[in-house]
């Protein structure tokens, strides 16, 4: 089955379940951002078909709640730091490097859902600024010439 496929038949089996209940439209959403890690950009004109719900209505829940992603997760989420510590630090310049390397801008994910870049407010090791965290690791005091060579390791260990 191709992920096309797998998300209009979870649809349609959510669409089942909530069809006439009450709040349906953020059930069904919820739901698939607990599959999905995100809301696919297909999903809101599907589910307008398919809940008779103007595509208008459906884009307003998901900007209005912070909790819905329209990106996909990366399967490394690499978060900079831009808390006054690590901006005194030039976090600024860490994440343009990120972005050129990776092709991508803050809040998106990497082509081949290996990478997501957020910049975030201090993880709480100021001492270490500039500071980057890759999953639940911390790279502290980082230089923008090492970035590469951390990036690599992860692109490396899927090889
Ligand atoms: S400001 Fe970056 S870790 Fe505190």
């Known amino acids: ?16 379940k909530w069809k006439d209940k ?5 059930m069904i959403l919820h739901s698939i951002e607990n599959i999905y890690g995100y809301v696919p950009r297909e999903t809101s004109l599907k589910l307008s078909r398919l809940l008779n719900v103007p595509l208008a209505r459906i884009y307003e829940v998901i900007t209005f709640y912070n909790y819905f992603k329209l990106e996909p997760p990366g399967k490394h989420n690499v978060s900079i730091c831009m808390g006054t510590a690590c901006y005194l630090r030039n976090a600024d310049s860490l ?3 990120i972005e050129k390397i990776l092709h991508i801008k803050e809040g998106q994910t990497t082509k081949d859902e290996m990478f997501h870049l957020d910049v975030v407010r201090c993880l709480g ?12 690791k911390v790279y502290g005091k980082v230089k923008k010439n090492e970035i590469v060579d951390i990036l ?8």
Do not use: F, H, R, W
Request: net charge negative.
């Open 1 to 16: 089955m191709t992920k096309k496929d797998k998300l209009q038949a979870d649809l349609e089996g959510l669409v089942k």
């Open 125 to 136: 090791c100021c001492g270490l600024a500039p500071v980057m965290m890759i999953d639940e």
């Open 22 to 26: 009450k709040g349906n439209l953020i």
């Open 95 to 97: 994440i343009e490097e």
């Open 152 to 159: 690599s390791k992860y692109v490396k260990e899927e090889e």
